[in-house]
T-cell receptor, first 107, second 114 residues
């Protein structure tokens, strides 16, 4: 079993819809990252979380340390949000990555 | 904010040649940089941890003589793929960590060996 599991693997939404993607992990961590990877490959760090909730624009990230679970929400989704969203957890002095959630937003 | 510049973004090379990929932290000093490899539809895989002024720490299964890492200054780390083969074709990404800021990633390098 992977240390970091993301779901759903693939998600297609209509423009304007509210999107939620999930990340579960099995190890003790000190921080969790949500990353965005566009088709060209470059990775952008969206959030670093150790507790609670963070908001940036239309993106909201939450984490429940007790349940070892994090969610990334996209409000009023737009085609430019189409990307792979990667969850990465930092623990035991290393970063472990999930396989990503492929999100496609259709105009 | 913290920026990590990686280049080239794409490179095509002939089998048997060497390719150097650079990763620079533009507005902060990165004592530690990380090099990752990503296969299609797979997770990022850590290849090595690069420490300024010392030898890199390679993950199990990564050939240190094949993937040479140099971290000569606090703002520059390089990955050289030596004697490249088609199976080395992949997407390579660097990142730097900064206390309280988490990780900043480069834009990646798509290597194609023909």
């Amino acid at each position: 079993k992977n240390e970091v599991e993301q779901s759903p693997q693939n998600l297609t939404a209509q423009e304007g819809e509210f999107i939620t993607i999930n990340c579960s992990y099995s190890v003790g961590i000190s921080a969790l990252h949500w990353l965005q990877q566009h088709p060209g490959g470059g990775i952008v760090s969206l959030f670093m979380l150790s507790s609670g909730k963070k908001k940036h624009g239309r993106l909201i990230a939450t984490i429940n340390i007790q349940e070892k679970h994090s969610s990334l929400h996209i409000t009023a989704s737009h085609p430019r949000d189409s990307a792979v969203y990667i969850c990465a957890v930092y623990g035991n002095n290393r970063l472990a990555f999930g396989k990503g959630n492929q999100v496609v937003v259709i105009p | 904010g913290a920026v990590v510049s990686q280049h080239p973004s794409r490179v095509i090379c002939k089998s048997g040649t060497s390719v150097k990929i650079e990763c620079r932290s533009l507005d902060f000093q990165a004592t530690t940089m990380f090099w990752y490899r990503q296969f299609p539809k797979k997770s990022l895989m850590l290849m090595a941890t690069s420490n300024e002024g010392s030898k890199a720490t390679y993950e199990q299964g990564v050939e240190k003589d094949k993937f040479l890492i140099n971290h000569a200054s606090l703002t520059l780390s390089t990955l050289t793929v030596t004697s490249a083969h088609p199976e080395d074709s992949s997407f390579y990404i660097c990142s730097a960590s900064r206390a309280n800021y988490g990780y900043t990633f480069g834009s990646g390098t798509r290597l194609t060996v023909v």
